[in-house]
């Protein structure tokens, strides 16, 4: 678990500076410097947190790139451009953006099936999608996906990652397989031609990676980036020419910075990755504020959810401009950025600036990183990811439906396709809460003991039985209009007047309103009376505009439950119908 530390909150009401579209979002880096967090009193912590998130986020950016299907430089050029405009434009000032490992399983599909330029038109297509997410508002919506379908399919990357990650670990021959199960089972056969060398220097990796940051004295220094450092140079000096490396896998590292080039776009080429584009988008919003969020308690911060959507449109817009592919927030280089005193844009910035220092500069000894090092540390990502003890935790705790929902999305990831899982997953949690929520819609029969105070406050001692009373209690929607309709109809002695009771309804859809109708239209046809008491304005104001108020007359509707019943007595007793309390007004 992360370690959570307390900062000062800071609240800025301030107008912002800058509006896109003339939509009132304030950009990070303005906030911060309405917040005096860009001073120089912050500078030091800042590029310092910087340069040690841009130490992190070198063989984490390569590792995602590789794995995803593209040269590890992309990767880079991802952390870079992503990075600075995210810090510049996002809505989290202690956000860092760059390539992940949710991203990992999708773009590889995507680059299998419709190549590198397939995959740069999707992500700027994502890109575009994101930016109109933001402008619409719709960070809050998107962050309604339940717990177990993140968790869901979350875990089952992981698992995707992990064993994607075998081949280079233990030096497997390459195999073929189009699905998860496929690949899996080839892998299996041929894992006794595992290379001693590279299984050896990658346990090596990964012992690093997970027991050295555990020392105290080289706490502060990034697994990552010892596992790197080491291994490269056991590779180098030991001359363990069997093991694949960036050199042998991919010539290298370009020593400099990516040129500006437009991808080609053609109208059939958009209209085929369509889908893959909404995918990208959907993840990389769900991913960035989900970092957002976890940042958030981590620093006392409180994001902007909708400008953050706006940001990591553009950096997703970008990026592929400049070499690079899609990126989102990441959980743990932000973590990074907060434990080391990152409190605004500036170190999102710097470490950028270090990722473009280190190529320029120590590109040309990239060519020995070992593939197996990187596969190491994909190993320590998938394992997070895969979030085993609280996916364990879930399915012995949580609800039996939610363990059903988990299970069901973590198995149509691995198995079938990410996006696949994540909307069924969506749609059968919808389709459960819709069941509970209608479960909750009660139609009740009110009794003289329930009337009992109003009934003696007009001199009743009880209900006559030509008076029906039935109250409605929860949302009347299309899932709770068959209950309804039921209880109506199940009606055997029909009373002269019936008082529909609307106190306890929050909202009614068109089809609750449509059943309303029916049922008022076919008790009229029996000589029945409807009156109609309670409703909240939302209410009052759907009624009167689909013609309710209308069909049983103005003088039928009430705005509260005892003036009806006074009404509905008066009518029995054949005694006068003026009443002191008036409906509502005519419209």
Known sequence: MMNHFTM?????????????????????????????????????????????????????????????????????????????????????????AGPTGAFIVLLSGIVHQHGILGLQI????????????????????????????????????????????????????????????????????????????????????????????????????????????????????????EVRTIGTAFGGIPDGLPGFALPHLSFSAMIELIGPAFAIAMLGAIESLLSAV???????????????????GLANLISPMFGGIAATGAIARTATNIRNGGNSPLSGIVHALTLIAILLLLAPLATHIPLATLSAILFVVAWNMSEVKHFIKLI??????????????????VFTDLVVAVNIGVIISVIHFVKRMASSVEVKASTTDDLS??????????????????????????????????????IQDLPTLLIIRLKWVPFMDITGLQALEDM?????????????????????????????????????????????????????????HDITTQPYPAT
Request: proline residues 5%.
């Open 8 to 96: 000062h909150r800071i609240d800025v009401r301030s107008p912002p500076l800058f509006s896109l579209c003339g939509c009132n979002h304030m950009f990070a880096f303005y906030e911060s410097y309405k917040a005096g967090l860009l001073h120089p009193s912050h500078w030091l912590k800042n590029i310092s947190a910087g340069i040690i998130v841009g130490v992190v986020a070198l063989p984490l950016a390569m590792a995602f790139a590789i794995a995803s299907g593209v040269k590890p430089e992309q990767g880079l050029y991802t952390a870079i451009t992503a990075g600075i405009i995210v810090s510049l434009f996002g809505g989290s000032r202690i956000q860092i």
């Open 122 to 241: 999707a992500t700027m297509m994502a890109g575009v999608i994101l930016f109109l997410f933001g402008l619409l508002k719709l960070g809050s919506v998107i962050r309604f996906i339940p717990a177990p379908v993140i968790i869901g399919f979350t875990s089952g990357i992981g698992v995707i990652i992990w064993v994607g990650q075998w081949r280079e670990f233990f030096g497997l021959p390459s195999v073929s397989g189009e699905h998860f199960h496929q690949k899996l089972i080839a892998l299996l056969h041929v894992f006794p031609q595992l290379n001693w060398q590279t299984t050896g220097l990658a346990l090596f990796s990964l012992a690093i990676v997970i027991f050295l940051p555990k020392i105290p004295k080289v706490s502060r220094i990034p697994g990552p980036l010892m596992a790197l450092v080491a291994a490269t140079s056991l590779h180098y000096f030991a001359g363990l020419n």
């Open 294 to 312: 976890v940042a958030d308690g981590m620093a006392g911060t409180r994001h902007n959810s909708n400008q953050e959507l706006m940001g990591q």
């Open 396 to 413: 012995k705790r949580a609800p039996l439906a939610d363990v059903c929902i988990l299970l069901v999305t973590f198995t149509l990831t």
């Open 453 to 490: 105070d109003p009934l003696r406050e007009y001199g009743q001692n009880q209900l006559p039985k030509e008076i029906a009373v039935y109250a409605l209690e929860g949302p009347f929607f299309f899932a709770a209009a068959d209950s309804f309709d039921k209880v109506m109809s199940s």
């Open 520 to 576: 008022i239209q076919s008790f009229r046809q029996k000589g029945v009376t409807i009156i109609i008491s309670g409703a909240n304005a939302r209410v009052d104001y759907k009624l009167r505009r689909a013609g309710i108020i209308s069909l049983i007359g103005q003088e039928h509707y009430f705005r509260e439950f005892n003036p009806a019943l006074q009404y509905a007595l008066n009518q029995y007793s054949n005694a006068d």
